[in-house]
Antibody, heavy 119, light 107 residues
Framework: EVQLVESGGGLVQPGRSLKLSCVAS????????MNWIRQAPGKGLEWVAY????????YYAETVKGRFTISRDNAKNTLYLQMTSLRSEDTALYYC????????????WGQGVMVTVSS | DIQMTQSPPSLSASLGDKVTITCQAS??????IAWYQQKPGKAPRLLIR???TLESGTPSRFSGSGSGRDYSFSISNVESEDIASYYC?????????FGSGTKLEIK
């Protein structure tokens, strides 16, 4: 069974940093691209970042470019999102989601981890 | 960026009705559209990929169609378990973009 489990969320002050993790199981992690997608409270879905299976290709939404860094450790079956210079508008439920490749839908999602940016 | 205009924002249907949601892309997306169901407090679930291919486990009462810029998603014989929000996603070009969502309620 495919499972994605996010962790690392919490309450953080504006301007500070936070690192999210997503542990994968039930599939060959190193064969798949991975994404972070977020959802502000009561709002819709926003794609945040993509990383290819071997980390060769990395893309970001303009809203987070230069502040967020996506990475992965295939030996640990783990995806990361390093978030710096956090703003109130980054407050959201962050999901990790699997995709087969670059031009692919997101077929499995984690349960999400909440990040709240507030003083 | 490709904008996905989804309508209607909300829908009220009776059990057994057929409902349709549309997404119009700001440019041709070559059928690279997926549809997701999100129930309250849950992660989105992929229902349909590449316009009309049902994901494993998706009931046959769900369907999708379209081409070019215009796409639709339908539920025939709406059931109570279909109460959820529905989102379209274009994945032909970065940044991947979602429609604004449609909330389905039962009358």
């Amino acid at each position: 069974e495919v499972q994605l489990v996010e962790s690392g969320g919490g309450l953080v002050q504006p301007g500070r940093s936070l690192k999210l993790s997503c542990v994968a199981s039930g599939f060959t992690f190193s064969n798949y691209g991975m994404n972070w997608i977020r959802q502000a409270p009561g709002k819709g879905l926003e794609w945040v970042a993509y990383i290819s299976s071997g980390s060769s290709y990395i893309y970001y939404a303009e809203t987070v470019k230069g502040r967020f860094t996506i990475s992965r450790d295939n030996a640990k079956n783990t995806l990361y999102l390093q978030m710096t210079s956090l703003r109130s508008e980054d407050t959201a439920l962050y999901y990790c989601a699997r995709s087969y490749g670059y031009k692919s839908d997101f077929d499995y999602w984690g349960q999400g981890v909440m990040v709240t940016v507030s003083s | 960026d490709i904008q996905m205009t989804q309508s209607p924002p909300s829908l009220s249907a009776s059990l057994g009705d057929k409902v349709t949601i549309t997404c119009q892309a700001s440019q041709n997306i070559n059928k690279y559209i997926a549809w997701y169901q999100q129930k309250p407090g849950k992660a989105p679930r992929l229902l349909i990929r590449y316009t009309s291919t049902l994901e494993s486990g998706t009931p046959s009462r769900f369907s999708g169609s379209g081409s070019g810029r215009d796409y639709s998603f339908s539920i025939s014989n709406v059931e109570s378990e279909d109460i959820a929000s529905y989102y379209c996603l274009q994945y032909v070009n970065l940044p991947f973009t979602f429609g604004s969502g449609t909330k389905l309620e039962i009358k």
